[in-house]
């Protein structure tokens, strides 16, 4: 590696920025790194995290640690505001320096998506979403309090609010973690307690659609919906919400009343697309060209959740799967071009399959046209789960732990952490 290398920006320490960084550990350019939180989480576990089965250090390791030993690659800890790309710049804070411009020959942005609230920004101060570990960090705090509340509280209606757990959207994530409450209140909380119940509970999942999971076929959402309800969930389909405030939420004509109400409804890209002032589509991802450039700027690649290419008439989906195969063709791009060497065929996904787990020893497998689902598919789940994990580390530690709780039912965080002031 030489000064006069080009440099390669990479926005994203995520799924699609830490495969293209990968692939480009050997190719002669200069990496940059940039992301504003200094650690690449696997987004798939947050709900272990929220529901206390992991801790947070066990789904999440530090980018400059993941990437410490590629000599040709720096990391930053900031946070991107913009993208001058005529003078071929990306514009950071960090720290406390505002406005930071940072050359590049060549850029990937792969800055990933956020909650969306489908215009309906007022819910988010009442029903957060997951999608950090500081989301599922907060999220595992305010459950267990939420029990802690209800073991001294009198008032039978305040104390069925804090027993009622309420997640707005039936997607994997909605899925997973009603699940996952459901098996926590049932085995590793059960006997916790001395006043409360806590298998009494409620766990109710709701969606405007007509079944859960729609990304499955309809025989795989039906398999998940009937476990579900096996696991005590009150699942509620074809019900929209029309509000959501301190007290709980309003789904057509009834107000649930709730303490925890969960958003796992939408997601909206990073505004990459106004960085750039390029076309985007009705979300609001970048709409990129086959090889994932925008127009007129062969050297600016968007990837992953922020990104719009559709493929057989359909648009890709935002997952990891798909993240992780644009970081790869991006950096390889990269390397053909500054290698001189001649440039890749058009990007293709390669679908591998869709998973999602519902409760202990069930899961939904959808492959190359082939559905499963129960044990053999929670197996699956399992082990590609421990194998996409970042590090060899981590693949320990959560294998050791998830025998631990499957065998025991007890989970490894269950701690409240709050900053108390001293009196
Ligand atoms: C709860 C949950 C469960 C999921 N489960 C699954 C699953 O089971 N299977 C599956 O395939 N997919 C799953 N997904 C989706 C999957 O995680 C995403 O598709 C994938 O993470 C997208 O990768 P990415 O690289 O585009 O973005 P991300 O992995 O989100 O990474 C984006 C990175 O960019 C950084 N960043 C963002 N904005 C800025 C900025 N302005 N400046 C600097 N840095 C910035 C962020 O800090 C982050 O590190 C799940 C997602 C969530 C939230």
Redesign the pocket.
Known sequence: MTKQDPLVVI???????LAAARVLRRAPVRVLL????NH??F??L??QVATSVLAPGQIASPIRGLLASHENTSVML????GVDAALRQVIVDADDRVGIGIGYDYLIL????THSYFGHDEFATFAPG??SLADAESLRNHILSAFEKAEIESDDHRREALMTFVMVGAG??GVELASAIAVMVRTTLRKNFRRIHPNSARVILIDMGHRPLGAFSEKLSEAARLRLIELGVDVRLGQAVQSIDAEGVVVGQERIPSKTVIWTAGVAP?PAGKWLGSAVDRAGRVRVQSDLTIPQHPEIFV????ASLDQGGRPLP??????MQQGVYAAKAIFRHVTKKPALPPFRYFDKGN??VVGKNFAVLQAAGIGMSGFAAWLVWALIHIQFLAENSLRFSVFLQWVWTYLSGKRGDRLIIEHHRDA
């Not at 926005?11 to 920025?17: E, L, Q, S, Y």
């Not at 940039?34 to 939180?37: F, H, L, V």
């Not at 900031?78 to 505001?81: E, I, P």
Request: no cysteine.
């Open positions: 926005v994203g320490g995520g799924f699609g920025g940039i992301d504003r939180s690449h989480v987004q798939p947050l709900y900031g946070n991107v505001t792969a800055t990933g998506a997951l999608k994997p994530t990073s990837i992953g959740d922020t935002g997952v990891a799967q798909v993240a998973l999602a």
